[in-house]
């Protein structure tokens, strides 16, 4: 099994910052992917960005090109989303996920992709 917890959630002013942050244990080394998806009030839950832990590749949601940052810290475990120029549309629960699986895409997997999840962190953007 595996166990994901995130943090760094919070309350955030329109076009602020914020890095969550999710560390994984237990039976880690049968990972190849870690992911951020998000939930917002009264919708689904979408895919927001991965990255694939063989090579370091990253997947990031249309939405989110050029604002938020995936990246992973193999040695501590860890695996981090930093969030610049926040909307208000960003507000959501942030949850972590993690796939046992090898995979090419792990956008287009999405959901459905992942077998690991974290309880999730309340991102609020609100002035």
């Known amino acids: 099994q595996v166990q994901l917890v995130e943090s760094g959630g919070g309350l955030v002013q329109p076009g602020g910052s914020l890095k969550l942050s999710c560390a994984a244990s237990g039976s880690i080394f049968r990972l190849n992917a870690m992911g951020w998806f998000r939930q917002a009030p009264g919708k689904e839950r979408e895919f927001v960005a991965a990255i694939r832990w063989l090579d370091g590749r990253t997947y990031s949601a249309d939405s989110v090109k050029g604002r938020f940052t995936i990246s992973r810290e193999n040695a501590q475990n860890t695996m981090s989303l930093q969030m610049n120029s926040l909307k208000p549309e960003d507000t959501a629960v942030y949850y972590c996920?993690?796939?046992?699986?090898?995979?090419?895409?792990?956008?287009?997997?999405?959901?459905?992709?992942?077998?690991?999840w974290g309880k999730g962190t309340l991102v609020t953007v609100s002035s």
């Open positions: 996920a993690a796939t046992r699986t090898y995979a090419s895409d792990y956008a287009a997997r999405g959901i459905r992709g992942m077998d690991y």
